[in-house]
């Protein structure tokens, strides 16, 4: 089974400043697809970037960034520039390829202080 | 992105009574997913739903407790049954969406508290 491991349970991060968010997994595919959801105290999943295994490239979403690293089953997220609206749970989440559910991890939750 | 409307956003209900959620999508779309946060938790899978077949559930979640209804392809309900206090959590369905149903997007949830 497939399994999402993020081992910081909180993270705090100056306003302006860079953080980065680990996040690790496990599985046995080799197509499938690699998230992270913002979820703000409204509850609402906000989907942050994504990332598709086959593609070497990291993906980037304007102050959002990844750090995929395939052999070591590491997915990072960097958020630069912080800011007051980024506090948050943050989770880390797979998903083989095909219609599939996600497999989340137990969630970051981060503070971002002025 | 889909528009994804969940309801009730919240409700507060006594032990040992029913509350149906009901999640609606803009666009038709093969699966939907129901998922389950507890209090200061990640979200667990509870079933997925499949229109025209039985929704298929994951362990731990069977379909007596949370019966799960999925008429058409942009329509589906989630049931809590007989609810006790340990029911207590936001309930989210998720919808998959893209070429490939790559990105999955959820609706705002419905946070439920039993007393």
């Known amino acids: 089974a497939q399994t999402v491991t993020q081992s910081q349970p909180e993270m705090s991060v100056q306003e302006a400043e860079t953080v980065t968010l680990s996040c690790t997994y496990d599985t046995s595919e080799s197509d499938y697809y690699l998230f992270w959801y913002k979820q703000p105290p409204s509850r609402q999943m906000i989907l942050v970037i994504r990332q598709e295994a086959y593609k070497q490239q990291n993906a980037t979403e304007n102050r959002f960034s990844v750090n995929f690293q395939k052999a070591a089953k590491s997915f990072s997220l960097k958020i630069s520039d912080s800011q007051l609206g980024d506090a948050a749970m943050y989770f880390c989440a797979y998903r083989r390829a095909g219609n599939t559910p996600l497999v989340f991890g137990k969630g970051t939750r981060l503070s971002v202080i002025a | 992105s889909a528009v994804i409307s969940q309801k009730p956003s919240r409700d507060i209900c006594q032990r040992g009574t029913s509350l149906t959620i009901q999640c609606q999508v803009d666009?038709?779309?093969?699966?939907m997913f129901w998922y389950r946060q507890q209090p200061g938790q990640s979200l667990t899978l509870i079933a997925t739903a499949n229109q025209g077949s039985e929704a298929t559930y994951e362990s731990g979640f069977v379909i007596d407790k949370f019966p799960i209804s999925r008429p058409n392809l942009t329509f589906s309900t989630l049931t809590v049954s007989n609810m006790s206090p340990e029911d207590s959590s936001i309930y989210l369905c998720?919808?998959?969406?893209?070429?490939?149903?790559?990105?999955?997007?959820f609706g705002s949830g419905t946070q439920l508290s039993v007393l």
């Open positions: 998720s919808v998959g969406l893209g070429g490939t149903n790559e990105k999955l997007f």
């Open positions: 666009s038709q779309v093969t699966m």
